[in-house]
C-alpha cells in the first residue's frame, strides 16, 4: 500500500481536451482493500468537485446518481468491477470538465497518494493523475466521511489524492447535420 491510503470515497475531476469530439464514460472499475460485499455509489456533476461557494460549501450539489449497488471486493491488489449495465452513461463534451465522486458505505476505497511537496487543493485542479489522447483525470481529494453531505471539508479531506482505479470510455463522434 505505499502511495496509497483507504478512505470512504474520492472526489476527482476529468477533463475532456479535444476539441471536435465528446467522450462518453460507460463504466468504472474500483481498487477496494476488501474482500467482502460492500455498497458502492458512483455520482457526477458538470464542472469541477470544486466549483463550491460560501463559507459552508455544499460539496454534493449538483452531484447526480449514475451508478450504486453492491459488490464484492478482491483486495487492494485487483480491479474490482461494476457491471456497466448498471452504470448509466455519462457524456464529458468536448473542452468541458466532470466531476465524479465514487464513495463506499464503509472506508475501504484505495486512492492514490500525490507525493510531491508543496501542493494547495487549488492547484490539483491543474494535475493530472493519468491521461490517455485527450482525456485526463486529475488528483482530487479522498473523503474520510459517508455521506459526502456530512463530511467537513477541514477535517474529512484528504487533498493530495487520486482516483485508484479504470475509467471505462468511448469517442463520441459529432455530428454536423
Known amino acids: 500500500m505505499t502511495g496509497r491510503g483507504k478512505s470512504y470515497g474520492i472526489l476527482f475531476d476529468i477533463v475532456n481536451t ?15 482493500d ?3 460485499s460492500t455498497h458502492y455509489e458512483i455520482w457526477s456533476k458538470v464542472g469541477s468537485w470544486q466549483d463550491v461557494i460560501g463559507d459552508n460549501p455544499d460539496y454534493f450539489e449538483g ?3 449514475v451508478s450504486h449497488g453492491t459488490i464484492t471486493g478482491k483486495g487492494a491488489s485487483k480491479f474490482t468491477e461494476i457491471s456497466l449495465h448498471d452504470f448509466h452513461d455519462v457524456e464529458i463534451e468536448y473542452g468541458h470538465r466532470r466531476a465524479f465522486w465514487v464513495t463506499l458505505s464503509d472506508d475501504n476505497l484505495v486512492f492514490q497518494n500525490y507525493e510531491r511537496e508543496g501542493i494547495t487543493r487549488h492547484e490539483l485542479e491543474n494535475i493530472v493523475q493519468a491521461s490517455r489522447d485527450e482525456f485526463r483525470v486529475y488528483y482530487g481529494a479522498a473523503v474520510r466521511a459517508y455521506p459526502l453531505e456530512l463530511a467537513d471539508p477541514v477535517t474529512d479531506f484528504w487533498y493530495n489524492a487520486g482516483f485508484l482505479g479504470r475509467v471505462w470510455y ?4 459529432q455530428n454536423d447535420d
Not at 18 to 32: E, I, N, P, Q
Not at 170 to 173: A, I, K
Request: no cysteine; aromatic share 12%; glycine share 4%.
Open 63 to 65: 452531484f447526480r446518481l
Open 34 to 36: 476488501t474482500t467482502t
Open 170 to 173: 468511448e469517442e463520441e463522434s
Open 18 to 32: 479535444a476539441s471536435t469530439f465528446s467522450y462518453v464514460v460507460k463504466g468504472m472499475d474500483l481498487v477496494l
